[in-house]
């Protein structure tokens, strides 16, 4: 078209709050993300500048207002680390995760049987958090404050093959995928709902509009609006079934990761089917740098053997040897997320190490499951002097180099296949099929 002007005369709005909302810059420094912002873009001083001049959602209260308005234009005073305080009105004193919860509970809501009266009062406030994990936390104990008779509506989870039903219904029962509501949903009358999909935007029944629970039925739930344009609106909607309500999303499926489906008394018929990828000598340098802790490769051009005698193990009859000749592929992501790693595990308390040091795994030694609420888990997390040597070059280099970095930071690690033994007291100690991950991002974590 041969036309200079910016987007070729076309009229272009950009939005946001260039302040407080920077541009994602994957591994970038503070420095990186700033020199990524529109404000340094060549275009920014050709453009027109809209400021908004009021904050809507904090326009009730004056104080608090006033205080974003400084942190936004950078005149909010910074404490001796060049860190903004917070004024100690805005905060909740924290004495321990349980009772600071209800406090901040019953400082935003202080009386439930007021709200149930008066609805508005009710929608206007909110706690955000920054996990779903911390949501249903959060909702569970607020549900419960709640007057009224609470009514549980229970979902149902059905496996691809129908011969799998059995073995993972519980499974997932677990799962709260993003969109959906939990599979045991508890409501009371007069309580606030949030609407997760976009069922009919013309009648305002959107994603995040808010509902006040009027009625239940056996599968239905009767509610209206609780604010906005269509306030006060009480009318049902067609029924919906959820591949009409996710048309992204055909199929709603669930991937699983098998991480170790046999326990360490196996049979022999069980280990025939297990196998260990084994690289010896002079090859380990050449793969060090192919293979990455928890990826997915396609092997071909290994060799089966039994393992040398001091590299038996309970896990394994024979080894794969891998050599110059094998054929490694990385296999590509799909479009499904990468799974976190399984969230039961099987620990083993301190008191078990000390009574069966001379076993060769220390984490075959109990079965039990880990559940956060019993006497093992505050046995587990008590403080006790124990050794952790690091034998094997391939985790110094690698899990025992971030490990030692970490230590100072006091983090959780989760390590699997690891001895017991003594030297210089309790020893923990690698062998080369100990697998460390430091602070898993597992739901656990958060309550060592």
Known sequence: MNINTLFGGKVVVFGGDFRQTLPIVQNGSKDDFINENLLNSPIWSQLEKYQLLQNMRARTDPAFYKHLLKIGDGRETTNEHGKIEIPKSFLIPFTNEKDSLNILSKTIHPNFNMFSEDISSITSRV??????DFVAEINQMLIDRFPGDAITFVGID????????TEYEDFLHTLNPSGLPPYRLILKQNCPVILLRNLNPSKGLCNDTRLICLDFKTQVISAKIASGDFKGSHKMTQHLLIHQMTPETPLWTCKVQIVDIYGPAESKEKKEYQTKATVYANDIPSYQKRIKLYHTFRITGGRAQTPYLRYENSMSAFNWVL?????IDPIKKDDVDALLPPTKLNVTSFADIKRNVAQTMATDLTKKEFVIHTNKCSSFC?????TFTIWEKGIIENEGRKLLHQFREYPVILARRIGASRYNGVSLTTKFDTTIQIDPPYPQRRKL
């Open 158 to 165: 059905e496996t691809i093959d129908p011969r799998d039903q």
């Open 127 to 132: 706690i955000l958090t920054t996990k779903n």
């Open 323 to 327: 050599d110059k000749k094998s054929i």
């Open 382 to 386: 008590s403080k006790q002097n124990l």
